[in-house]
């Protein structure tokens, strides 16, 4: 076991979608499910759901695949309501699974979560730095705009061959528009990562934007959270 406590008594696994949350409580023998809104109103509904079964959220052990899309910002709340969220490393989570004799696409579930949860006990993550955060959201609208960039390179080719004047020039001013944008935010980012010297690496970073990872980021994931 990664970590033990005999007080522990209830643990809940939890399975994120981009609009649901699927929540499977171990307690007192009994397995109960809730599926809530991923949103603000259904992580205080997922709360009141565990007190109603008589389950302090104080120091509750919950297990989430942390960084799999849609699932960061359930887990940041959940830790700030006192629940120790762990963040289920993939590689054992699949290995408990074999263990049990269940096929491979049931690592995904809530169920095995919190029954992994409850048989290893794992260490809680810690939710990264306001800073973390800011930067990864910096990032991803960044790439946002790139990419629509991308998309409307490739329409300007479209009119362009179809002797669409009118719309090749209109799109020719709004590609010079996105420019403008992108290197905006390239030095909003730029300015963040200067002002908080040490942050971590984020995934976004990979391979991607060597003008900013030149400076002052960490290459570990974990050293500045």
Known sequence: MEHASKQE????????????????????????????????????????????NDVSVMGLRVCMRVNEPHSEAAASALAGMGMLVCDVEPGRLEAYARGCGLPGGAVRGAVVLAKYCAAARPVPWTPPSPAYVELRQWLRRLQAVRQLRQQEM???????????I?????????????????RQHESAI?????????????????GNYPRIARYSVGASLAGGH
């Open 9 to 52: 008594t209830a643990f809940v696994g939890i399975e994120t979608s981009k609009l649901l949350l699927k929540a499977v409580l171990l307690s007192g023998g009994e397995v109960l499910c809730k599926v809530l809104e991923n949103d603000v109103a259904g992580y205080r509904w997922l709360r009141s759901w565990l007190q109603r």
């Open 154 to 164: 490739a329409r300007l080719e479209t009119h362009f061959h179809a002797g669409q």
């Open 166 to 182: 009118a719309l090749h020039q209109l799109l020719r001013q709004q590609i010079a528009c996105l420019d403008t944008q992108i």
């Open 190 to 206: 730029l300015a963040h990562v200067r002002r908080h010297p040490g942050l971590s690496r984020p995934p976004e970073l990979a």
